[in-house]
């Protein structure tokens, strides 16, 4: 761990965060570096509520087990479309006595604001390996074995979970309630592409790893793979936890470092103390 006092000690600090683009160069300012911000993510609607509307009607019908939740977002999204419909209230009682898997604190908090109750929670990092460790360890209370299981997606599918799920016998329906697109201002990727092709990138903060995802692929769609590739061979990356970091990887770029929680904030400031442990070392 950094033990240094967080300093990116004017650094050229790239992040492609979105819904927190403000905070996130604050806190970049904060610890002396020079914040470079291009939003690489939004989160847009489905063009119909009708998976939403089918997947709550089902489960008000009983027809579920359970329900894995992935994110606050989703689940909102779930919620304002069946508010929609006409039937909140029918669908957050039903919710109620199903079985609800939250895959961590951001689910947690719209159940609460449902009242409705969490049978269980992953832990940090918040990993669909966390949520499949939240459900073997009440195996003997309820197995997976035949259990019918409906998964709340997020902006795309995670195979593994599905995976992980059907290995062990349960019968599940994945349902995605929004979906991640390029947002609709790609200008500030497009400089943020051309400044890692020049080298201009000291150090890229990561907070999903589809923000990667999204940025990689304006700099293919600009002809700057190799050139941006090898501008960023001497940056270092933070990664907000294991998915993020395995996204990097995919691309060939290894995380200098991970966050020791995946916390936006703590993210920023354990990237900070780490140039500032290099700096003085």
């Known amino acids: 761990m950094p033990t240094a006092s967080p300093d990116f000690g004017g650094k050229r600090v790239l992040a492609l965060e979105s819904r927190r683009a403000a905070e996130i160069a604050a806190l970049i300012t904060t610890f002396g570096g020079r914040a470079i911000i291009a939003p690489a993510l ?7 509520d009708e998976p939403s509307i089918d ?5 008000v019908a009983g ?16 919620d304002e479309a069946v508010q929609r419909a006409g039937f909140a209230a029918p669908f957050r009682a039903a919710l109620g006595r199903t079985r609800v898997i939250a895959r961590g604190p951001k689910p947690v908090t719209v159940l609460r604001e449902l009242s409705v109750p969490v049978w269980a929670s992953a832990p940090e990092p918040n990993t669909w390996r966390e949520v499949i460790a ?9 197995p997976l074995a035949g259990a019918r299981v409906a998964v709340q997606e997020y902006g795309v599918s995670n195979p593994p979970l599905l995976d992980a799920l059907r290995e062990r016998g349960a019968s599940v329906t994945a349902v995605p309630t929004y979906r991640w697109e ?9 400089t943020a592409a051309r400044l890692a092709a020049g080298s201009e990138i000291d150090v890229v903060i990561i907070t999903s790893g589809v923000q990667f995802v999204h940025f990689w692929r304006v700099v293919q769609d600009m ?41 936006m904030g703590l993210l920023v400031r354990e990237a900070a103390a780490t140039e500032a442990d290099g700096v003085r070392s």
């Open 55 to 59: 997947l709550a009607r089902r489960i």
């Open 63 to 78: 027809e579920f087990d359970a329900v894995i939740l992935l994110t606050g977002v989703g689940l909102r999204a779930l």
């Open 182 to 190: 390029m947002p609709d201002d790609i200008e500030p990727i497009q």
């Open 42 to 48: 939004r989160e847009a609607p489905l063009d119909s």
């Open 134 to 142: 939240a459900i073997d360890a009440r195996r003997d209370e309820w």
């Open 223 to 263: 002809g700057l793979e190799a050139e941006a590739r090898r501008g960023l061979s001497r940056a270092k990356f933070a990664s907000i936890g294991p998915t993020a970091s395995a996204e990097l990887r995919r691309h060939g770029f290894e995380p200098s470092l991970e966050a020791s929680r995946p916390k």
